[in-house]
């Protein structure tokens, strides 16, 4: 802390922010920019070099000489202006903008802003001496040639890359590490004492010894070797090690689970109410391991009254465990094919938080009182121990509520009434999400099968059914009460957020939709109803699923922040996540905040106060994201494989989406994607479309579009890059009817009506 006075000035106290940041990176710190930049700023003058050392007591010549080269870069870097009277100003850059790096296979990157603003271009030299998610502070240096702001690094404030995993492979006398993350576009060099026995293309884990710098590469020592890339389980391994993934239990925690027992004790069910008598049941999938909601309705004379119980995690996780800190740290439970990372361990997860059959549970009830109409008049929340009447899977549920399945009906006759209260009031109350406009997307999600040795058997769609729809329906009524509740008590909560489209998005989108004379209403800014509408108009063509999927990707990411901004996608004014406590940090952060409601303290004396919740979100928001690249990623490995014995044979498929360089085909049946490169369309010259989405021939006039049918041949599948090359055979017939319409025109005749193909949305349904 300095204190900062003159002849002419008094100054406020300062404080270096960056304090601990300067003492980890020199052995004797000086200020950092930001405190330089903010002295002379509050200074509201130009400061000698001798004003600004006196100011901050640098008497040292060690310390002079560290902020004589400090100033001079600044100044280089456009922060300071060094005028002929000998003294420094604020120029022109000395709005800096702090980060974090986003990489690109291609060597480029971006700067996300903390800010939240636009992210920047980094070219590749700016991006040598980075790695993907370092944090920097950067200044605007300009546009690029698309218009793009670019990004000058003025200073790398943070280092988050420690270790890479990739292909480990001799070349003469030097030794590398190839990075499985392509984000990463550094190789890393490996010194022959540092290898680690490894063998040339097994899979290894480095340690990074040296970051890069603007002129030379990163330097490794290798740590781990997990094997053959293509020894089964592999992908997983890899995954978790590039992602950073936590996976192995602290030993502090492991100590403090060592009292926990399989049965609830009898005294954490004191002074709960007690549900046991409710038939409340579970419905998930087949494979689903742990239960964290169960369900009941009841008619009554007015309407009916709702109960969604969540497994009550607050109660075992408590604040400032370890527990709570590996909770905090994985975030969240990650889902690979056939194996999951869960955020809590196992005796909790599957077995005291898990609503498991015919067994003792604590939870956290809402109830809800819903009228005729389908809306929820009240609601409130209630500690409680509870038995689950019954472990049902929603195959099962669809069966005897839709088809009627006597065998099965006959089976859970005890529980029929009850089902069939839920479905009756499931009804009810889709009539409401109708009405107020909540997004409903038809997408198709898939399930790998594993066969022997954990080869991929086949890739099947995931049906959809009522009883899906039904337990969607109750946990978002669930969700949308628990964030009514805290913000009815003005707690520090953190919700779940959706924005509208973006405007660059929206004109996009509408510059297309003009294309295909159609409208979306709403102006400048359109309401879900206004989107639910326009797909409603469009559900009988035979491009449905073409603008489907372009709605889907005109919309913005949910993330989870404490400001009130609402759920576009749901049409909901506040949301929350509250009914997923095993698997989400941020729903356990919601039991809190209602339990602490229910002791009767107030908002001020809760553990986390907004700013905390700010920063929560920007972490959990992370976590998700990282989660969700890992598991793509596993998936898109796995299905590499799955196609390395299919090279040469001919598939049907549609576009599902188009670039500069080609456009990605998703075939039909198998649901997988590869790319049919640009340089592979031959006899024309092919320009990319954005606006339209297309990839037009310029002599031709064929198109190849978004959600056209085509027929093409495997030719290539790169297991490294995660890639699978297409050759295109046959066009569909909206790119041979587009190219009849171009020469149509240039005889004068008059062309066809274009047709469209279905194309299938891949985005997965996140609310």
């Known amino acids: 802390m300095t204190e900062i006075h003159d002849q002419e000035t008094d100054f406020k106290t300062l404080e270096d922010p960056h304090a601990l940041r300067e003492a980890e990176k020199y052995e004797n710190p000086i200020p950092s920019r930001e405190l330089i930049l903010q002295l002379i700023s509050q200074a509201k003058k130009p400061l000698r070099r001798q004003q600004i050392a006196q100011q901050f007591g640098l008497e040292s010549a060690d310390a002079l000489e560290a902020l004589r080269r400090r100033l001079r870069a600044m100044e280089r870097d456009g922060q300071l202006v060094f005028n002929s009277r000998q003294k420094y100003s604020l120029g022109d850059g000395h709005n800096t903008i702090s980060g974090r790096v986003l990489g690109h296979p291609d060597g480029f990157g971006f700067l996300k802003p903390d800010d939240g603003s636009d ?27 698309k218009g793009r702001r670019e990004a000058a690094v003025i200073e790398i404030t943070e280092r988050n890359t420690h270790q890479i995993v990739g292909r480990f492979f001799v070349e003469g006398r030097v030794a590398i590490v190839v990075p499985d993350n392509k984000k990463i576009a550094h190789e890393v060099l490996i010194a022959k004492e540092d290898t680690g026995k490894a063998k040339n293309g097994q899979i290894v884990v480095a340690e990074i010894l040296q970051q890069p710098t603007a002129h030379c590469q990163p330097i490794g020592r290798v740590t781990e070797i997990l094997g053959l890339h293509m020894a089964p389980g592999m992908e997983i391994e890899m995954a978790i090690r590039s992602y950073d993934l936590p996976n192995q239990w602290p030993q502090a925690l492991l100590e403090e689970i060592k009292s926990l027992t399989p049965e609830v004790p009898e005294q954490a069910k004191q002074g709960r109410e007690d549900i046991r008598h409710v038939p409340l049941v579970t419905i998930d999938g087949e494979d689903a391991r742990d239960f964290d909601d169960a369900v009941y309705a009841q008619k009554t004379a007015k309407g009916w009254k709702l109960l969604v119980a969540i497994a009550d995690v607050s109660h075992y996780v408590r604040v400032n465990t ?164 805290l913000n009815r008590k003005k707690m520090p909560r953190l919700l779940r957020i959706h924005d509208g489209p973006g405007a660059e998005k929206l004109l996009a989108l509408k510059t297309f939709l003009g294309e295909l004379g159609l409208h979306l209403g709403g102006g400048a800014q359109p309401t879900p109803l206004d989107y639910m509408h326009l797909l409603d108009s469009v559900k009988d063509r035979v491009d449905a699923h073409l603008i489907q999927t372009l709605l889907l990707r005109s919309m913005s990411q949910a993330v989870y922040s404490p400001d009130t901004k609402g759920h576009f996608g749901l049409a909901l004014e506040a949301y929350a996540h509250f009914t997923s406590p095993i698997r989400r940090y941020p729903d356990l952060l919601v039991h809190r905040a209602i339990r602490h409601c229910l002791a009767g303290k107030r908002p001020g004396e809760f553990h986390y106060s907004e700013s905390d919740m700010a920063v929560l979100g920007e972490h959990c928001s992370a976590n998700e994201r990282r989660a969700d690249e890992a598991t793509r990623d596993v998936v898109s490995w796995l299905k590499c494989e799955y196609m390395m014995d299919k090279i040469g044979e001919e598939f049907d498929g549609v576009i599902s989406a188009v670039t500069g360089f080609g456009f990605f085909v998703e075939l039909q049946a198998i649901y997988v994607e590869g790319l049919v490169h640009i340089a592979s369309l031959q006899n024309d010259y092919f320009a990319f479309d954005a606006g339209r989405h297309q990839l037009y021939g310029e002599r031709s006039g064929v198109r190849y579009r978004l959600g056209d049918a085509v027929k093409v041949r495997v030719v290539r599948v790169n297991l490294d890059d995660k890639k699978i090359d297409f050759e295109l055979l046959q066009s569909g017939k909206s790119a041979k009817k587009t190219a009849k319409s171009s020469a149509g025109k240039k005889s004068g005749k008059k062309s066809e009506p274009q047709k469209e193909t279905k194309s299938r949305s891949k985005r997965r349904r996140k609310s």
Request: charged share 25%; with cysteine; aromatic share 6%.
């Open 119 to 145: 992210d920047l271009f980094l070219s590749p030299r700016e991006m040598k001496p980075l790695f993907p998610n370092d944090r920097v502070v950067a200044r605007v240096s300009g546009l690029d040639r």
């Open 322 to 485: 370890a527990l709570d800190a590996e909770a905090k740290n994985r975030g969240t439970s990650v889902y690979f094919p056939e194996k999951v990372i869960p955020m809590l361990p196992e005796i909790l997860s599957n077995g005291l938080c898990s609503l498991n059959p015919k067994v003792d549970r604590l939870c956290m009830v809402c109830e809800m009182i819903v009228n005729d109409d389908g809306m929820v008049l009240r609601s409130r929340f209630y500690e409680a121990v509870m038995r689950s009447h019954a472990r049902l899977t929603y195959t099962q549920v669809a069966k005897m509520l839709v088809d009627g399945d006597q065998e099965l009906m006959q089976k859970h006759a005890d529980l029929m009434p009850h089902l069939q209260s839920l479905y009756a009031l499931y009804k009810t109350m889709r009539h409401q999400r109708e009405l107020r406009g909540a997004m409903d997307f038809d997408t198709q999600e898939t399930r790998i099968v594993f066969g022997a040795e954990r080869k991929i058997d086949q890739i099947v769609p995931v049906v959809r059914n009522d009883a899906h729809k039904l337990i969607e329906e109750f946990m978002i009524t669930a969700n949308t009460a628990a964030a009514k509740f």
